[in-house]
């Protein structure tokens, strides 16, 4: 897969590709990822890329002629399955998303600054548009590494059989159990006999019960989502 990154501050995404999964991820030809200044698309040469935003109000907009040129240059050279804009005002990321998206071959991600983008570019350009929760970050660039992140440990070969993406909590849209390793009493706080037992079914059954214990408790809207997805 390969994913470009169009931002105004590249610097602040490029940290979490250079570590543990997502580098092993480039390492291994699996992913390649191009981070792409919008400055080097500014329209003049003072760099201008933003300006106020007609019928007034505070805060900068992201320019539409950069950003097109930008996509100009990226569409001439390869087919894109997704243009997506990372922005607090629209659907939550989710692992359903992520995994729809880790089978794409090219994507680009928009990241936006201050008050946003022209919504000309939405409009015409944007198949996507993604947030990834209900509070609001100082520019897109974290929210656009957290779904690269979603995103590329899904594609295969990424994960070791030792971090399977399958046992991950929401990939069934409960929470994961509880886990523990030696020793199996610490100061007296013991690990649940049935972990001890060798009896695997009925780990697997505690596990699951524990999983449906702890959804109900802190995420009981996953559970009413599994309903109605039944149905
Ligand atoms: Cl994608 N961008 C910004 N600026 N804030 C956010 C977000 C995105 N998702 C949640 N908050």
């Known amino acids: 897969m390969r994913i470009d990154i169009i931002s105004v501050s590249p610097e602040l995404i490029k940290s979490p590709f250079e570590h ?10 699996i992913t390649e990822i191009h981070f792409h200044n919008l400055r080097d698309y500014a329209l003049n040469r003072y760099g201008k890329i933003d300006d106020y935003q ?17 996509l100009s240059e990226l569409f001439a050279e390869r087919v894109y399955d997704e243009v997506i804009y990372m922005t607090p005002d629209a659907p939550t990321l989710n ?76 990939q069934d849209n409960l929470l994961a159990p509880p886990v523990f390793t030696r020793p199996a009493e610490y100061k007296g706080m013991k690990v649940p006999d049935i972990l001890l037992s060798g009896n695997f079914p009925k780990i697997d059954e505690w596990r699951h019960e524990q999983a449906i214990e702890r959804t109900k408790r802190i995420r009981p809207d996953l559970l009413n989502k599994e309903r109605n997805r039944e149905g």
């Open 54 to 70: 007609f019928g007034g109000g505070a805060g900068m907009v992201l320019m539409i002629e950069p950003i097109d040129k930008c």
């Open 20 to 29: 543990s999964i997502l580098k092993r991820a480039i390492d291994k030809k």
């Open 95 to 170: 692992q359903q998303t992520a995994n729809q998206l880790s089978s794409c071959q090219n994507i680009i991600i928009i990241t936006g600054h201050y008050k946003g983008i022209d919504q000309r570019i939405r409009d015409k350009f944007v198949t996507k548009e993604i947030s990834i929760g209900d509070y609001v970050l100082s520019g897109g660039e974290l929210a656009a590494a957290v779904l690269c992140d979603a995103v590329i440990r899904l594609i295969p070969g990424v994960l070791g059989d030792e971090t399977s993406a399958l046992t991950d909590s929401f």
